[in-house]
């Protein structure tokens, strides 16, 4: 299986950016399609962002389209999301996780492995 980790969370004004990064170890880091999920708090798990196995095929949230790109870097087994135009409502544990199908998935219960979650806070 994969293992991932995440980063790049923190603290940022509304209208600001972040670029979150998710490293990954494992076999056959490039079989597998990753996505990106988003939990706030007394709310539950929700999808953000996936990407294919290539990075050529992309699905967005619709709360996300047009301020959050997702990529990935298969010869340096990283996923990353440049997130834009920030809003308090984007405020959440931000989740990778990797899926054993190719193609990008909506549900999470399709990912395999996730990693810890890493803080993203927008103040308004």
């Known amino acids: 299986q994969v293992q991932v980790v995440e980063s790049g969370g923190g603290l940022v004004q509304a209208g600001g950016s972040l670029r979150l990064s998710c490293a990954t170890s494992?076999?056959?880091?490039?079989?597998?399609?990753v996505g990106w999920f988003r939990q706030a708090p007394g709310k539950e798990r929700e999808f953000v962002a996936a990407?294919?196995?290539?990075?050529?095929?992309?699905l967005y949230a619709d709360s996300v389209k047009g301020r959050f790109t997702m990529s990935r870097d298969n010869a340096k087994n990283t996923v990353h999301l440049q997130m834009n135009s920030l809003k308090a409502e984007d405020t959440a544990v931000y989740y990778c996780?990797?899926?054993?199908?190719?193609?990008?998935?909506?549900?999470?219960?399709?990912?395999?492995?996730w990693g810890q979650g890493t803080q993203v806070t927008v103040s308004s």
């Open positions: 494992g076999r056959a880091f490039s079989r597998y399609s």
């Open positions: 990407v294919d196995w290539s990075g050529r095929t992309t």
């Open positions: 996780a990797a899926s054993m199908s190719i193609s990008p998935m909506y549900g999470p219960n399709e990912y395999c492995c």
